[in-house]
């Protein structure tokens, strides 16, 4: 593994870092304006594209949109921050706890052995968080979870005909084709000039499915077979029913979308209960949600989709559990125990963004259309933030009471301290270069150097005076490598 940050990527043009609230756009000059243009084009049913370059700014910007609302809005974020929150004191503890017991050369083997024996590993320790997190990048999963997530496929889809049917259904796969088809959307339920048609068309390898790599468009290429069965198995006439093309995909993807929004309500470790994990992987949800679809009868079918395109969201997804062939809890259940486990949180740390992920579940449980598509009316709507990280360090977009500026000062403690634990614990876990989220992200920090954002390796790297995390850090822990056993140790080295 090596690594607990994780991101999802658009090459070099945009990241979303999971978990932080935090996305960056090194090629785009992203910011407080993107999303005023965005949405005043939008109001009066245009774009206004002017060009490639601005036309790219706002599809990183809406794309990167989508993985914040992923994260902040649905049960797989949840239980990956409430994991997060839950594993990385005992990672941190278990570095100490190394630390304390090797005293000289001599003891180092010992003091493993015992943190070990203690089951207090860091490295282990680690290891068993990132199991448990949804969100991993394909790169990262280990074997045994790609084994026992291609096993439980293998009883619904083929996978044997196609070894590497499983990637559809990894959970990367899912939340960049929903982030993918939820800019598409944008892009094609909208009349546009002739200008604004040239630069779309300039750049269609940038927004649609039948141009982009698979990473972006394995889950839907699944998906749109049942779609075209669904809609009658003749593709050129089932289109021309729609009136054209961008009618049948804009109800396609406006499907598709809801579906993974449906796969990503995962449960609380509470309303979990007894149930094993890898039933709530979200691309085994999905594939049985597409399944209970196939298996509605054609009265029940008609009702579904006229549920869906009245939003009435709740009772299309009534009809689907009536057919899954395993029994979830709908997702008004689901948001409504996590607002109470985040609402217990809050009590216990006032911290922001566990109370911002509280009042996102309680708006899913007031309102069935809360947050379904993943767009910039969704969090504009309910007075919620979106933090960007821009050149000149971290700003806000948005409006509401998180804007008022000392919560929102607040909430950037509570972010960079999130980002300095996680850091801390790929540290001592697997020697990762620190890299400072007050200098990095944030660029509030007056000792920093250059070598802080870098990555700071050894405690002589930071800075001798006014360093925040130096002080910040117990002294009990230290900011030195861990000591390296002189024989290997299973989960030690």
């Known amino acids: ?28 000059s992203v910011d407080r304006r993107t999303l005023l243009e965005v949405m005043s084009h939008a109001a009066v049913g245009r774009r206004g594209w002017e060009s490639s370059a ?10 990167e949109l989508v993985h914040y609302l992923q994260d902040l809005a649905t049960g797989i974020g949840h239980w990956d921050e409430f994991t997060r929150q839950a594993s990385i004191p005992g990672i941190l503890g278990g570095a100490a706890d190394v630390r304390a017991l090797a005293k000289g050369p001599r003891s180092v083997d010992a ?39 291609t096993q439980a496929l293998a009883r619904h889809v083929s996978i044997d005909a196609d070894p590497t049917a499983y990637q559809a259904f990894l959970p990367e796969a899912l939340l960049e084709g929903e982030a993918m088809a939820t800019v598409a959307m ?14 779309l068309v300039d750049n269609v390898s940038l927004w649609h499915p039948d141009y982009l790599s698979d990473r972006y468009s394995a889950s839907w290429n699944f998906f749109v077979n049942l779609y075209i069965e669904e809609t009658g198995g003749d593709v050129t006439v089932q289109k021309s029913r729609f009136g054209n093309v961008d009618k049948w995909l804009i109800m396609g993807m406006t499907l598709f979308t809801f579906m ?10 509470r309303l979990l209960g007894e149930e094993k994990l890898i039933e709530y992987e979200p691309g085994l949800k999905f594939v049985r949600l597409c399944q209970a679809l196939r298996r509605l009868n054609g009265h029940d079918t008609l009702e579904f989709y006229k549920a869906l395109l009245d939003e009435e969201f709740l009772r299309a997804e009534e009809l689907l559990n009536s057919t899954c062939d395993y029994s979830y809890p709908n997702t008004r259940a689901v948001y409504a125990d996590w607002a109470d ?9 006032d911290d922001r963004i ?8 309680r708006a899913r449980v007031e309102d069935e259309t809360s947050f379904r598509v993943k767009e910039p009316s969704a969090f504009l709507r309910a007075g919620f933030p979106f933090l960007i990280q821009t050149a000149n360090g971290v700003q806000s977009v948005g409006g509401g009471e998180y804007i008022i500026i000392e919560n929102l000062e607040e909430a950037y403690i509570d972010i960079a301290r999130r980002l300095r634990d996680l850091r801390l614990a790929e540290f001592f876990a697997y020697g990762q270069p620190f890299r400072c989220p007050l200098t990095r992200e944030f660029k509030m920090c007056k000792a920093a150097q250059e070598k802080c954002a870098n990555g700071l390796s050894v405690a002589a790297d930071y800075p001798t005076k006014g360093c925040l995390i130096r002080d910040g850090v117990p002294t009990y822990l230290g900011l030195d490598p861990l000591p390296i056993p002189t024989k290997h140790q299973e989960g030690a080295s």
């Not at 991993?136 to 074997?143: A, G, K």
């Not at 944008?186 to 630069?199: K, N, R, W, Y």
């Not at 486990?341 to 740390?349: G, K, P």
Request: aromatic share 8%.
């Open 1 to 28: 593994m090596g690594k607990l940050e994780f991101s999802l990527d658009a090459s070099d043009v945009a990241a979303y870092t999971w978990g932080s609230c935090l996305s960056r756009y090194p090629l785009a």
């Open 54 to 63: 601005i036309f790219r700014e706002r599809m990183s910007f809406q794309h």
């Open 111 to 149: 003091a493993w052995r015992a943190v070990t024996a203690a089951g207090r590993n860091p490295k282990i320790k680690a290891e068993s968080m990132a199991e448990r997190l949804r969100y991993v990048p394909s790169s990262s999963l280990s074997s045994e979870r790609v084994a026992e997530l």
């Open 260 to 269: 993974i929004d449906l796969a990503c309500a995962h449960p609380s470790a």
């Open 354 to 361: 566990t109370a911002l992920r509280r009042d996102i579940s």
């Open 341 to 349: 486990v985040f609402d217990d949180e809050v009590r216990l740390s």
């Open 186 to 199: 944008t892009v094609l339920d909208v009349d546009l000039g002739a200008a604004e048609q040239e630069v």
